[in-house]
C-alpha cells in the first residue's frame, strides 16, 4: 500500500515520475564508504536482517541527533520549532511568488514552498501514527493539523493565484517554459482550481474550513482504525485465549487469525474484529458529509469526481465500468473457487460443512497446499528475510544498476531499535537516497504494510540534488534464539511490492519535488509496486536467491511461478 501526504503540495493530478537508469544485466556495484561490514555467511545486507540489530558503540555514546537526522526533532517538542519554521518560510516564499518578475523562477517559488511545507507535513504525517512514544505521536499530529490548515490557505490565496495565473495566460511566456517546468505550473493551477479558487471570499473561507474538518476527521479515523478491538475474557473458551493478546481482563483482537486451522479462532477474530463501532461510524459519516459538500461547494457533482480528476481513470464513470467489466469476467471462475472452498471444507470438517465469511483465505490455501504440495514449514526456511533482501539486493544490481548498503544510524535518528537503514547508491551516479526499514512487529505498530515518503528530492538552488528518504513499513516476524524471520510468499510479495514504491521514489528524480517520485497520479503509482510482484512470483528470479537459513541449500523451482494467491502451480 502506498502512504504519502496528500496535502496543497501533493495534488492529486501530476505526471508520472520517470523509471529511468534502468540498465541491462548489470553487475557488482563496488563499496560505499560507511557501509557496516558484518563478518558472517551471509552478505552485509542479509546479515543486517537475520540477525536483531545491536547497538553500535556511537550510538551508545554519541550526542543524541533528531529522528531522521533532523536537529530539531531530538526531543518532540522539536516538531513545534520545525513546523514554526516551515511556516515562516512559507509566508517570505509567498511575497516572493508574488513579486518576482514573471518566469520560470516563478515556478521555482512555488516548488521551494510546497518543498519547506512537505518536508515538515510528511515526516509528521509518518511519526503521528508510526512512533512508540506517545509525545512524539501527539506533537506531530498537532504540526500535521497546522501545516495542512497553512496548505489550504494558500490554496485559496487570491494574490498567489494571480501570479501564477498571469504566468500561465501569457503565451510568450509560457513558450519559454520548457516542458517539465510548463507541466509543474499547469499542476499548481489545477490545485488552486479544485479548491474553490474561483470562488467568493466568503465561499472561499468556507472551502478551507472544510478541507481543514476532512483532515482532522480523516486523520481520526485512521488512528482509530490501528487499535485493536476488545472482548471480556470470559466470553470466550479457555482452550483458544492463547492466541490472542491480553490486557487484564480483556483478549485484544488486532487482526483476523485468518490463517488459523481453528474454525472458533477464525470466527471470534471475524466477529470481534469487524465488529460495529458507533463512533467510526458516525466520524465517517461526517467524513463522507463534509467531503460531499466540498465538492460541490468547489463545483463538481460528487467528491469521487473530484478525487479521481488528473488520474488515469478520470472520471467515476470510468471506475465504475471498469469494476462492472471485471466482474463480468470474474464471476464464473468466482463460483468455481467457492464450490472448491466448499468441498475442502466438507472434507477437513463434515461436521461443520457450511462455508462462513471467516473461512474464505483458510480453505483457499489448504486447497493450494493440497493442489500443489506445499507445506510453509518446508518452503519458509529458504525465505529468511535476509535472504529476501539479497534477492532485492541481486535484482536491483542487474536491472538497474543499483546497490544497497546498511547504514549505522546516529544515536536518536531512529525511533525503534529494529530500525535498518539502507542507502541506495547507483554505479554511475553515487548516492541516490535512503530507505529506513521499520518491518518488525511491535506493540501500537499499525497492521499495514505501508511506503511513505519522509523528504522528496528535487535539484535545489546550488545545484544539489535533495536526496529522497523514504520509510517502509511491515509487520513480519522477529527472528527467535534459533531462526531469522521467515517469510511465506504473501510476505514476500507484500516485501517486493512495498520496495517498488521505495525504488520509485529513489529513481523519480525530477527537478520539482512537485511531481518527484510517487506524486503522480494515484493509480500509476501503484504501476512499479506491481511490477515488483511479478519479480517476487518469477521462478527465474527466486531461484538466484532462496536458500535455507542453516545448511545454505538452494532452492529450485522449475518452468513456473511461485503465486501466493494460487494462480499457477509451484513446482520444486
Known sequence: MLKTCRLWCL????????????????????????????????????????????????????????????????????????????????????????????????????????????????????????????????????????????????????ELYQSLQKLLSDEKLVASLDPETRKVAELFMFDFEISGIHLDEEKRKRAVDLNVKILDLSSAFIMQTHFPNKIDKHLLPERILYNFAHDGNHALVTNLHAESSDDLVREVAYKVFLYPNTDQLNCLDELLSNRDHLAKLVGYPTFAHRALQGTIAKSPEIVTQFLEKLSEKLSERTVKDFEMMKGMKMKLNPQNSTLMPWDHPYYSGAIRAERYNIEPSLYCPFFSLGACMEGLNLLFRQLLGISLYVEQPEKGEVWCEDVRKLAVVHETEGLLGYIYCDFFQRADKPHQDCHFTIRGGRLKENGEYQLPIVVLMLNLPHSTSIAPPLLTPGMLENLFHEMGHAMHSMLGRTRYQHVTRTRCPTDFAEVPSILMEYFASDYRVVNQFAKHYQTGQEYKMYGCNLDPKGKKPMKV
Open 11 to 158: 495534488g492529486p493530478g501530476g505526471s508520472p515520475a520517470a523509471l529511468r537508469l534502468l540498465r541491462k544485466n548489470r553487475g557488482g556495484g563496488g563499496g560505499f564508504r560507511g557501509a557496516r561490514r558484518v563478518s558472517t555467511s551471509w552478505s552485509p545486507v542479509g546479515a543486517a536482517f537475520n540477525v536483531k540489530a545491536q547497538p553500535a558503540r556511537k550510538e551508545l555514546l554519541g550526542e543524541r541527533q533528531g529522528l531522521f537526522g533532523v536537529p530539531e526533532l531530538s526531543s518532540p517538542e522539536g516538531f513545534h520549532v520545525a513546523q514554526e519554521k516551515a511556516l515562516r518560510q512559507a509566508e517570505s516564499l509567498v511575497e516572493s511568488a508574488c513579486a518576482t518578475p514573471l518566469g520560470p523562477q516563478t515556478v521555482c517559488i512555488f516548488d521551494q514552498l510546497s518543498d519547506a511545507l512537505c518536508k515538515v507535513a510528511d515526516l509528521a504525517d509518518f511519526v503521528k501514527i508510526a512512533h512508540p512514544d506517545p509525545a512524539y505521536r501527539e506533537a506531530a499530529e498537532e504540526a500535521c493539523r497546522n501545516i495542512g490548515t497553512m496548505v489550504e490557505k494558500l490554496n485559496t490565496n487570491v
